[in-house]
Nanobody, 126 residues
């Protein structure tokens, strides 16, 4: 059974940092894009960041560029999201996701992802 398990969320003051982790099990994702999305109640789940299978290409939503960094460790089947200079508008549930097949293209649209974690809450206080 394929599982993606996020960790590292929590409560932090504005300007602070958090590092999210997503550990995959059940299959290897070393040939797949991995992504992070976030969602607040009443809104659509939005793309945050994605990384190519090699780690050499990354994509970010404009609102987090320069503050968030996505990385991965294929040996550990794990992807990370380092979040610095957090803002109250970053408050959301953060989800890790992966497509069901490998690709050289870094995908960013929600429908292109097949596997999802259960989410981890990030709350940024002002």
């Amino acid at each position: 059974q394929v599982q993606l398990v996020e960790s590292g969320g929590g409560l932090v003051q504005a300007g602070g940092s958090l590092r999210l982790s997503c550990a995959a099990s059940g299959r290897t994702f070393s040939d797949c894009t991995m992504g992070w999305f976030r969602q607040v109640p009443g809104k659509e789940r939005e793309f945050v960041a994605a990384i190519s299978w090699s780690g050499g290409v990354t994509r970010y939503v404009d609102s987090v560029k320069g503050r968030f960094t996505i990385s991965r460790d294929n040996a550990k089947n794990t992807v990370y999201l380092q979040m610095n200079n957090l803002k109250p508008e970053d408050t959301a549930i953060y989800y890790c996701a992966a497509p069901d097949r490998g690709s050289n293209t870094v995908v960013t649209r929600r429908y292109e992802y097949h596997y999802w974690g259960q989410g981890t809450q990030v709350t940024v206080s002002s």
